[in-house]
């Protein structure tokens, strides 16, 4: 009933860039919190950056002053600009959102991406 579709990664040289997209699509009512999470080999599922409903954002330390979490209502997608990438960035990167689904009642639900690699290799 819901997904959610990313695509911009790829590989990049450290200090390069690159930028994110996640689409939600199906039966929308609302969508609450959106962001991007990453998992790196043999590490767990981490938090990248949030952006609420408001425009409000929160940030990793790790990522603060080099990401960008931005969000678009009216196409329900959520973009991720990623600057001065370094190796330790290497990562599949996961789009999350809050969905309430329509004739699903008032509660919202978790959804994620199917996940989009992002390699940071000179």
């Known amino acids: 009933q819901v997904q959610l579709v990313e695509s911009g990664g790829g590989l990049v040289q450290p200090g390069g860039s690159l930028r994110l997209s996640c689409a939600a699509s199906g039966s929308i009512f609302s969508i609450n919190a959106m962001g991007w999470y990453r998992q790196a080999p043999g590490k767990e599922r981490e938090l990248v950056a949030t952006v609420a409903s408001g425009y409000n954002t929160n940030y990793a330390d790790s990522v603060k002053g080099r990401f960008t979490i931005s969000r678009d209502n009216a196409k329900n997608t959520v973009y991720l600009q990623m600057n001065s990438l370094k190796p330790e960035d290497t990562a599949v990167y996961y789009c999350?959102?809050?969905?309430?689904?329509?004739?699903?009642?008032?509660?919202?639900?978790?959804?994620w991406g199917q996940g989009t690699q992002v390699t940071v290799s000179s």
């Open positions: 999350n959102a809050i969905i309430t689904v329509k004739a699903q009642g008032p509660l919202p639900h978790s959804y």
